[in-house]
């Protein structure tokens, strides 16, 4: 059974920084695409960024240049560090992989972005 566990959400002001850690297991980690994506007040659920079994990263345009997707198979863990958080960068934020049968969300990590 696929389970993914977020953590290092919370409260951070404009300009601010937070990473955010996704723990994977029931899954040979190494090979899937990860994903993490969020979901703002009032908005549908939008991808944020992924990253390939080889490292390959991509991201949303309005997070580029400032979000930073990782992974360490060893640990089976993705990574998204995010800096020069803005208000609209509130949301939920949610791993996500879905791949060669797989089709599992985390219970996601609240991100605030407040002064």
């Known amino acids: 059974q696929v389970q993914l566990v977020e953590s290092g959400g919370g409260l951070v002001q404009p300009g601010g920084s937070l990473r955010l850690s996704c723990a994977a297991s029931?899954?040979?980690?190494?090979?899937?695409?990860m994903n993490w994506y969020r979901q703002g007040p009032g908005k549908q659920r939008e991808l944020v960024a992924a990253?390939?079994?080889?490292?390959?990263?991509s991201y949303a345009d309005f997070v580029k240049g400032r979000f930073t997707i990782s992974r360490d198979n060893g640990k089976s863990m993705v990574y998204l560090q995010m800096n020069n958080l803005q208000s609209e960068d509130t949301a939920v934020y949610y791993c996500?992989?879905?791949?060669?049968?797989?089709?599992?969300w985390g219970q996601g990590t609240q991100v605030t972005v407040s002064s």
């Open positions: 029931g899954i040979m980690f190494s090979i899937y695409t």
């Open positions: 990253i390939t079994s080889h490292g390959g990263t």
């Open positions: 996500y992989v879905g791949q060669f049968g797989a089709d599992s």
